[in-house]
């Protein structure tokens, strides 16, 4: 059903007026917050009409442990409920409900100073954010993606990172509003370096798909990362069963990541 809805999704973002264009397309969005080397808090959510649809937890952790395993310690099931609580006040409000989650009193229950919620609710904003500037990570049948902005020549760099590890890292250089190179720094998954000389035939493979995505922008205006939620249309040999539909949202966001951070160097 995603698959048929994509391109109907991007034809009618081409036939959409400005004015149609929500500051935050409809789309789900994944976001983290790091801090220690430690993915500490990963989340996905999803907006229609700049509402919160839902607000889900992919990831809880800090130095202590993993807060979502079923055996964390009461202490940490404590922390996750509050947690939730903040998510699930979201659902339903608009993004500007974001600033309530700085005074997390109002909104989550037993509360303390022992807690230290409020660096905690902190944690989550930060990782909300974080997803709202990566761009949607898939579509949805209502998405309009807005134009981009303005960007200064130079180089960019950009990360999507998941799970504690950086999966996707990108490298791109912007003239006149226009991608003129781009290459990968990290491409890698559960261990496996998809770059190492050495890398297997399959995971070659794999690498090609991505570096086809990368290729396709080369000498194309901003506005056409769009195209990569399309990379059946662009990477050879994709289809459902490949995983490589689900991959070229990670390569978006580490795209968007790069331009929300600005020019890594100017040329």
Known sequence: MFKRLVPLCLALLLAAPPACVQAYPDGI???????GGIEQIAIQFELRDGVFESVVYRGVKYKDGDYMI???SDAQKATLRQYRQLADYLVGKGVEAIDDLYDPYEIV???DAVTSATMQSSKLISALWDGLNRRPYKLVDTTRLPEPETYADGVYRGTYMEDGGEQVAVEFAIEDQRFVRA???TLQYAGEDYLAQDASPALQAVASQFQALLDYLVGKPIA?????????EIAPDVDA???ATIRAPKVISAIWDGLG???????
């Not at 056409?224 to 990379?231: F, G, I, Q």
């Open 29 to 35: 969005y994944r976001g983290f917050y790091y801090d």
């Open 70 to 72: 079923e055996d964390a």
């Open 109 to 111: 229950e037993d509360i």
């Open 183 to 185: 290459a990968y720094r």
């Open 224 to 232: 056409s990362v769009s195209a990569l939620y399309r990379p059946g």
């Open 241 to 243: 069963f490949s995983g």
């Open 261 to 267: 951070r600005h020019a890594y160097r100017l040329d």
